[in-house]
């Protein structure tokens, strides 16, 4: 560990450098701004840095994530896959409007849907209400979305795509579309297609928990749990 004591500090120097040579005003707190910038634009900095801690902890060359119990292991795979997609999509979308998966989605989804309800939208993809408002607003701000009276419920709103929503979703879908191959471009058709029916059966009975039951606590879920594992087996 000793070697990489301050490998965090050698960095902030390193950066520091960059800093001083693009910008004129120099203080701390423009500074601070400026690396969390960096970071949201090129986050494989900040890995790198705790990629090199961790070796320095764990000698025998194994990951740590090797070491934990199989299920743990299954679905830290699980939730690794989701970042390291997440990662790529935001290269793809970079100098979009749009510059986030879930962004794409939304959008994505309204035009399939060719009128979506808000809730719809945020229950789709199973999110908390506060991160599906919050990029609605950011769409409609943007003037990719805007909202049209619900004939069917006057009191209601629907959101549609606007002729700039369309425009950019359509560069979306050509970025997105390379970013997935991309990312299994390396993987055998065979395999990420056998993991892709028990990944969907996995998700469908939690998406039916997690809609049904998604308001009970912990122990509850559990007890839940352990009397439906006879009927999915």
Not at 14 to 39: G, M, V
């Amino acid at each position: 560990m000793g070697k990489n004591k301050y490998a965090i500090l050698k960095q902030v120097i390193d950066l520091y450098e960059d800093y001083e040579q693009n910008e004129k005003h120099l203080d701390l707190l423009s500074f601070a701004r400026w690396i969390t910038n960096k970071l949201d634009e090129e986050p494989e900095l900040n890995r790198k840095v705790s990629q090199d801690k961790i070796s320095g902890v764990f000698t025998d060359e194994v990951p740590v994530t090797k070491k934990f119990d199989e299920k743990t292991r299954f679905l830290e795979s699980v939730s690794r896959i989701a970042r390291y997609h997440e990662f790529y999509s935001r290269k793809a979308l970079k100098d979009l409007v749009i510059n986030t998966r879930l962004e794409f989605l939304f959008l994505q989804t309204v035009d399939f849907m060719e009128k979506a309800k808000k809730t719809d939208l945020i229950n789709i993809y199973h999110l908390e209400y506060t991160t599906g408002m919050d990029t609605i607003r950011r769409l409609t701000n943007n003037g990719l979305l805007d909202e049209v009276p619900d004939e069917s419920d006057k009191r209601a709103k629907l959101l549609v795509l606007t002729k700039k929503g369309h425009e950019i979703l359509a560069l979306a879908n050509k970025r997105m579309s390379d970013e997935n191959k991309m990312f299994l471009t390396a993987i055998n058709d065979n395999k990420w297609k056998k993991a892709m029916q028990i990944l969907e059966e996995i998700d469908e009975f939690h998406s039916n928990v997690y809609q049904n039951h998604g308001d009970k606590p912990f122990a509850e879920l559990c007890n839940l749990m352990d009397s439906l594992k006879y009927l999915y087996k």
